[in-house]
T-cell receptor, first 111, second 113 residues
């Protein structure tokens, strides 16, 4: 079945350093979504990418969809303690209206 | 708007007991979902309902049943709880057309002893 993998599983950074998480799918995706989950909280939708090679920015966060639409990345510039949490990517599963989530990357920011 | 409301927030069950997790959304979304989250496993889809009156299995449906009671409510039932079902359960809803992200509830933390 379809698999969505993320690396790294964990990342510790000093506050002010940059951070990148990578998402890879076993199949071509029509779109990809990114979510953030704060410790003890629930996932919150961040963004959706649809086009091949698409790049979108949200303040310090930069999201990219690969040219082959099988991979994606999330880059955070100059991390802050508020960036702590787990970042998930999710791609549409087979059939309709359901998304398969990646394993997530847990980010810790050391002040 | 409350968004997606899940009850209960915490539950401890003994092996073999049954329970129903409740979920309701007030955003008039067509689609609703149940995911479980285990450490290192990400979010895995248990069941989903693309629209009122339909339900379908996800990645890990064994041991669970669901009911789409109406457009607002989607419940998850554990008929005979097992320790392997200890997890955090999230309900989510979305618009039927892809392109909209999920709105998640705050989760139910279930322990089966």
């Amino acid at each position: 079945g379809q698999q969505v993998m993320q690396i790294p599983q964990y990342q510790h950074v000093q506050e002010g350093e940059d951070f990148t998480t990578y998402c890879n799918s076993s199949t071509t995706l029509s779109n990809i979504q990114w979510y953030k989950q704060r410790p003890g909280g629930h996932p919150v939708f961040l963004i959706q990418l649809v086009k091949s090679g698409e790049v979108k920015k949200q303040k310090r966060l930069t999201f990219q969809f690969g040219e082959a639409k099988k991979n994606s990345s999330l880059h955070i510039t100059a991390t802050q303690t508020t960036d702590v949490g787990t970042y998930f990517c999710a791609g549409p599963g087979s059939g309709t209206y359901k998304y398969i989530f990646g394993t997530g990357t847990r980010l810790k920011v050391l002040a | 708007n409350a968004g997606v409301t899940q009850t209960p927030k915490f539950q401890v069950l003994k092996t073999g007991q049954s329970m129903t997790l409740q979920c309701a959304q007030d955003m008039n979304h067509n689609s609703m979902y149940w995911y479980r989250q285990d450490p290192g496993m990400g979010l895995r889809l248990i069941y989903y309902s693309a629209s009122e009156g339909t339900t379908d299995k996800g990645e890990v449906p064994n041991g669970y049943n669901v009911s789409r009671l109406n457009k607002r409510e989607f419940s998850l039932r554990l008929e005979s709880a097992a320790p392997s079902q200890t997890s955090v359960y999230f309900c989510a809803s979305s618009e039927m057309t892809r392109g909209y992200g999920y709105t998640f509830g705050s989760g139910t933390r279930l322990t089966v002893v």
